[in-house]
């Protein structure tokens, strides 16, 4: 019965699936919905924040595959909410890989306050848990933290609730963090009695990011339909959109609603009208380049990655593909640093492996001595057995 439900879900999903609109199709037409939108919804994932150093979760190098060593049948299990109340620690031995910094935020960032400034927000709707918008300057009303974030933190047993940076030395330092009030509580029962049961998770403080097991804020649910119907363009940001319910908004948005995508690799299982493929913060500080006055980046290091000149010399973009609508854009001076690391990779590897040649043949040379000296010694032997024999 499992299998014909994610069946079912399958075909309704290929149902569902949108058709591009033909009054958008090219890059001219992303920045002229940009200068007109209105309310504009944006959906983001890990991908505005990996230039910072925060991981994202399902790539080859991301988080999920770093826990490999733990052991579990599924990576995810660090988030879900029985296995914490159970054991906590296993989340706290890992939590420091994902803690957000504090106080800065990435370039993408800064064209999502920026749409704000220019009062075309309408929402955004953020899959991430590090609380960086907030640091952006992006108004909590204009923002929806689908699954919770590191900027408070509640206890388990009495809900007592604090900011989140009060606990983050203890995340660093993989220790968990744990309420005072319940702290003297768990110290009293244990002075009435040595043996009595306390869970293990008693008085435990946990990040309000959303587990496995729990619901999604309320404010998600609150505002969501309502921002679907008024929004006059979406733009989904940094995220392959795999992870429900958030990846199901791009199909509940009224087909005439234009889509554009900004995203380091192409979404096969979604129709967007555009989609501009890069890392996200060379596409945003592209477009408010392009957009011309006004539109410059609130962001110390916008005119370092579009070049101080006028024309963003800095960065490039080409069609990739007519058919899909999609955009490469490139920032040059990141591509040929990419280029020479790979080119110093490329003649370590060859160094590598001329040093291994070169220990074969030592090691055949050796063992080609080796047997000569046996065969040497061998007919000694021989004789040797044949006079004792004899």
Avoid at 43 to 69: C, E, K, M, V, W
Avoid at 179 to 202: H, W
Avoid at 288 to 296: F, H, R, S, T, V
Avoid at 306 to 329: A, F, K, M, V
Wanted: some cysteine.
């Amino acid at each position: 019965m499992r299998l014909i439900g994610i069946l079912n879900r399958a075909i309704i999903k290929v149902k569902s699936i949108r058709n591009r609109l033909d009054e958008v199709q090219t890059i001219e037409d992303a920045l002229k919905l940009l200068k007109t939108s209105k309310k504009i919804l944006v959906i983001t994932g890990a991908g505005i924040s990996t230039s910072l150093g925060i991981p994202d979760f399902r790539s080859s190098q991301g988080f999920y595959n770093q826990l490999q060593h733990l052991g579990l049948s599924d990576p995810q299990e660090v988030f879900d909410l029985q296995l914490f109340l159970t054991d906590p620690s296993l989340f706290y031995s890992i939590a420091y890989m994902i803690l957000p910094p504090e106080e800065i935020y990435s370039p993408l960032h800064s064209f999502i306050k920026l749409l704000q400034s220019r009062g075309k927000l309408l929402r955004n709707y953020t899959q991430n848990i590090d609380n960086l918008e907030s640091y952006a300057g992006i108004s909590s009303s204009k923002l929806i933290q689908c699954h919770g974030s590191f900027a408070t933190a509640t206890c388990i047993t009495c809900k007592y609730q604090i900011k989140g940076e009060v606990i983050f030395d203890k995340i660093r330092n993989k220790e968990i963090p744990y309420c005072p009030k319940c702290t003297k509580t768990r110290n009293q029962l244990l002075r009435d009695d040595e043996e009595v049961y306390i869970a293990e998770s008693f008085g435990v403080f946990k990040p309000d990011i959303t587990f496995f097991g729990e619901p999604l804020p309320k404010t998600f649910h609150d505002m969501i339909n309502e921002d679907l119907h008024e929004c006059d363009l979406l733009i989904s940001i940094g995220t392959s959109l795999k992870v429900a319910p958030v990846a199901d908004i791009v199909d509940k948005v009224p087909p005439e609603v234009p889509q554009i995508l900004i995203n380091k690799d192409p979404i096969d299982h979604c129709n967007f009208d555009i989609s501009l493929l890069g890392y996200c913060d060379d596409v945003a500080s592209y477009l408010a380049n392009e957009l011309g006055e006004g539109w410059d980046l609130p962001h110390e290091k916008f005119n370092e990655i579009r070049g101080l000149d006028p024309e963003g010399s800095n960065l490039e973009i080409s069609l990739t593909d007519e058919d899909r609508r999609e955009y490469e854009i490139v920032n040059l001076i990141t591509r040929e640093k990419e280029d020479l690391e790979a080119a110093a990779i490329a003649a370590e590897i060859a160094v590598n492996s001329n040093d291994d040649e070169d220990d074969e043949d030592e090691e055949g040379e050796k063992q080609g001595i080796d047997d000569g000296d046996e065969q040497d010694i061998k007919p000694a032997v021989e004789i040797i057995d044949l006079d004792v024999e004899s």
